[in-house]
């Protein structure tokens, strides 16, 4: 590997992890696009490579919450009984939705996209606009069914998208649970811990053909890959909590916003290619 190879790798994770601590979204949306041309460049274009990409996109993502969510506990910030409800039924739906995409032939990319797309957009409005942040001193709803839910949602959108889950659980713990948005993306960000844990463990079980030739590969994770990334998310994912901690909450939920609709636009060039 060149140095320049090296250092985009260390650069995403750096980013990925500044915008998991500082948004709780994982970081998914630099790791993909990165690991896409990387796998790309080494000749694995089959149909299996949205598979690796997206096992090796949550597996960065674990050491982006692990390195964010203790920072959130150094900090007293670290909201326990929601993140082990939340990320033990995220954990399920996003293994279940993985063995699913590897198994069956139901998972169509494009319907997901379009689906996914509304949904972020209309979640993106709903920030934008203001709608979302009117009711947010009521005080919380601790209820494991709502905490359940999101962490399912969570989890399954995760495992389509391999872009974390958090871009769909912070606004549900806003709006369903009339949450603090810096607390929601604490809670997100260590939701995402467990799951990412778990579906790295999965990934590493996993055999394939097309990556064994690959020095250094355990399963789907391909390490020469993915531990420049790691090694970014550790270093700047504190950061990005600090950071949180230092802004205002409603430039945060205009920078959530504003993400979503990267998000969008990065599915929507997906879609034509």
């Known amino acids: 590997m060149d140095y320049g190879t090296l250092l985009l790798l260390f650069a995403g994770g750096c980013a990925g992890g500044l915008l998991a601590g500082l948004l709780g979204v994982g970081g998914g949306l630099v790791f993909v696009p990165i690991f896409t041309n990387y796998l790309v460049a080494l000749g694995i274009v089959d149909d299996k490579i949205a598979q690796i990409i997206i096992a090796n996109s949550m597996f960065a993502i674990f050491f982006a919450g692990i390195s964010g969510s203790i920072k959130h506990y150094l900090s007293g910030h670290l909201y326990f009984k929601p993140v082990i409800i939340s990320g033990v039924m995220a954990s399920i739906t996003s293994i279940g939705a993985t063995y699913l995409i590897n198994h069956t032939s139901w998972y169509n990319k494009q319907v997901f996209a379009v689906i996914f797309i509304s949904i972020a957009a209309y ?28 962490g399912g949602l969570g989890g399954l959108l995760a495992a389509l998208s391999g872009v974390g889950g958090g871009i769909i659980m ?24 467990i799951m990412a844990l778990a579906s790295s463990i999965y990934s590493m079980s996993i055999k394939l053909n097309t990556i064994t030739n690959i020095p250094y590969t355990h399963g789907l994770i391909i390490f020469p890959m993915v531990v420049p990334v790691i090694i970014g998310c550790i270093i700047c994912s504190p950061f990005g909590v600090v950071l949180s901690k230092k802004i205002p909450e409603k430039t945060i939920q205009l920078m959530f916003a504003a993400f979503l609709v990267l998000v969008i636009l990065n599915m929507i060039y997906n879609l034509w290619l």
């Open 123 to 150: 979640v993106a409005y709903s920030i934008f606009s203001g709608k979302s942040d009117k009711k947010q001193m009521v005080e919380e709803d601790f209820s494991s069914n709502k905490f359940l839910q999101i």
């Open 170 to 193: 912070v606004p549900m713990l806003v709006k369903m649970l009339k949450m603090n948005i810096k607390k929601a993306t604490a809670i997100s960000l260590g939701i995402i811990t």
